[in-house]
């Protein structure tokens, strides 16, 4: 049982990146999804949040440049960034609340 994260890495300032979350060993459709971000010396933080029904939620701060999806015929959550900006710089982690989160993907939002 796992979730498997992909998407991640270096990209300038008002780029995009789409960060996907793959379930593997169960239904991904029976939970809500969520994203999380780690920055360095900083606590880990919400970032977005989709539940069963599809019904999302964001931190203010990426209101408008993010977007949480999910395809449940694929068992598998998205995070496409756009207009990306330093400070979205962190680890990013996805979960399927409450029980399991992925092992984590860096974002580098530098020029």
């Known amino acids: 049982v796992q979730l498997v994260e992909s998407g991640g890495g270096l990209v300038q300032p008002g780029g995009s990146l789409r960060l996907s979350c793959a379930a593997s060993?169960?239904?991904?459709?029976?939970?809500?999804g969520c994203w999380h971000r780690q920055a360095p010396g900083k606590e880990r933080e919400l970032v977005a949040f989709?539940?069963?029904?599809?019904?999302?939620t964001y931190k203010e701060s990426v209101k408008g440049r993010f977007t949480i999806s999910r395809d449940n015929a694929k068992d598998t959550v998205y995070l496409q960034m756009d207009i990306l900006k330093p400070e979205d710089t962190a680890v990013y982690y996805c979960?399927?609340?409450?029980?399991?989160w992925g092992q984590g993907t860096q974002v580098t939002v530098s020029s």
């Open positions: 060993g169960f239904t991904f459709r029976s939970y809500h």
């Open positions: 979960c399927a609340w409450p029980n399991y």
């Open positions: 989709i539940n069963a029904a599809g019904g999302t």
